[in-house]
């Protein structure tokens, strides 16, 4: 039987569409603060959950929600489970957005919104995959669980529950990454150096704010200074913006002077690909006489952190053959007079390095800067041989559909395939397609979809008949 999945696809791109169109509507940040039993993780990742339940139940899959945390669509027979791992919740959306991140819109033949391409785009592919096999009433011999998690973007608390009260996935795989393949992903874990509060007197540091998450490059910085002489630290952070690929402005206001620092937001696994508009308020300030708890900080940023994604600073850059560079993001800065100072630094790192290593260097960093560091949970590095049927299928696919001789590869993002043993990471950005994932103007070109829709169902079924 020959299917054209790409013709099958295009019968329903309308539904597609609409369907992902409504999703992505559903501003779904995680807001514990306005978190309730029925919604742990706050209204938003709840709603978008029950939307996508919705749709499957309406399609006639059978459906069951987990504690407001987690949820599936199931399909199928068999002593085998496949495993379809997407998330629902999203980044905050920050600044710098041309339109409405919640109210999605074309342009160019672009699909504009916060989810668009992580994760709700191209987990809806995934599952109108899964429908067009339905739809076609082909015949299956395995399981589908099409799992939907509701805190991939902080602690993955959602799936956790899951794989504690479910049956695991014998295999399977997560749309929630980069085509063709990724079969191996980097561990992570975070660290918080925590610094005092007390100040200096000819400049006092009242108020240092950077980042939205640990798992992003900041966009945005702001500090609050007070000093005698704002005008001269106005004019030198006039001339220090000109040097750098960063925008800029300040206000003076009775004795104090405000600085906003503009950079560029990335993903953590790959810091470079940003401008850390915190490390780079921390080198301009670092350079006045700041003095105690605030000056360590600002030494801490400046000189340690600024535009060392390697962590050679601390003299512990390390790369693996396989899995490559060890790299750092510094996620979150802050400091005020109240709560003195903070930095989360999120770690991506391979197998031959581990999270005791990487803390000790920290520790000989900070040791005489009045900090303590504290450690988030760990994930390991995950690794499926290529050789494995889970990679070779869903790579034969690829390559047929596209034409390309591609091959896996190994990353610093972490998705939900590594919770499986036999679990990887499957599209849906294409290799030539922006990057735009944390980032404001996030967009999945609507092509791009379609294409990834109609690859997901033919692997799919490839796994499955």
């Not at 980097?186 to 240092?208: A, D, I, Q, Y």
């Not at 709560?339 to 770690?347: E, K, L, W």
């Not at 303590?372 to 390991?380: C, F, H």
């Amino acid at each position: 039987m020959t299917i054209d999945w790409q013709a099958e696809v295009a019968k329903r791109k309308d539904d597609l569409l609409n369907d992902l169109i409504a999703l992505l509507k559903i501003e779904s940040v995680r807001d514990e603060s306005k978190g309730t039993p029925q919604a742990p993780l706050g209204p938003g990742p709840k709603e978008a959950l029950d939307a996508f339940l919705a749709i499957g139940q309406r399609d006639g899959f059978e459906t069951m929600e987990l504690d407001g945390l987690a949820g599936h669509i199931a399909y199928g027979q068999g002593d085998e489970i496949l495993g379809i791992l997407a998330h629902v919740d999203v980044m905050p959306a920050g600044k710098g957005w041309e339109t409405d991140p919640f109210d999605p819109v074309i342009k160019d033949g672009r699909l504009y919104a916060r989810g668009s391409s992580d994760d709700k785009g191209p987990g809806m592919a995934a599952y109108y995959a899964l429908k067009i096999i339905k739809d076609l009433n082909l015949p299956v011999s395995k399981k589908v669980r099409f799992i939907l998690g509701t805190d991939e973007e902080s602690q993955w608390r959602g799936m956790t529950r899951y794989f504690e009260k479910m049956p695991h996935p014998d295999f399977g795989f997560s749309p929630d990454a980069f085509f063709p393949i990724i079969n191996g992903e980097k561990g992570n874990v975070s660290l918080v150096v925590n610094f005092g509060k007390e100040n200096g007197s000819e400049f006092r540091l009242t108020n240092f704010d950077a980042g939205l998450r640990e798992n992003m490059v900041p966009r945005d910085a702001t500090a609050t200074v007070v000093t005698e002489d704002c005008a001269a630290i106005a004019k030198a952070f006039d001339e220090f913006i000109d040097q750098y690929p960063i925008e800029g402005n300040y206000e003076i206001n009775e004795g104090q002077i405000i600085l906003n620092v503009i950079g560029k937001a990335a993903h953590a696994q790959e810091p470079r690909n940003g401008e850390n508009a915190g490390t780079y308020l921390a080198l301009f300030l670092n350079q006045y006489g700041f003095g105690k708890d605030a000056k360590n900080f600002l030494e801490f940023a400046a000189q340690y952190l600024h535009q060392d994604s390697r962590m050679d600073n601390f003299q512990t850059a390390y790369t693996d053959e396989i899995m490559g560079d060890l790299t750092m993001n510094a996620g979150l800065l802050s400091f005020n007079e109240q709560d003195g100072g903070s930095v989360t630094m999120n770690f991506r790192f391979p197998k031959g390095i581990d999270e005791v290593q990487i803390k000790a260097a920290v520790e000989k960093v900070v040791a005489p800067m009045n900090a303590t560091i504290e450690q988030g949970r760990v994930q390991v590095p995950h690794y499926v041989s290529p050789e494995d049927p889970i990679v070779s299928t869903l790579l034969d696919v690829y390559r047929r559909q596209t034409g390309e001789d591609a091959q896996p590869k190994v990353v610093g993002g972490g998705t939900y395939g590594r919770l499986m043993e036999r679990g990887v990471a499957f599209g849906a950005m294409f290799p030539d397609t922006p990057d735009t994932m944390h980032q404001a103007n996030e967009f999945i070109p609507v092509d791009d979809l379609l294409k990834a829709t109609a690859i997901y169902a033919e692997s799919i079924y490839e796994l499955i008949k």
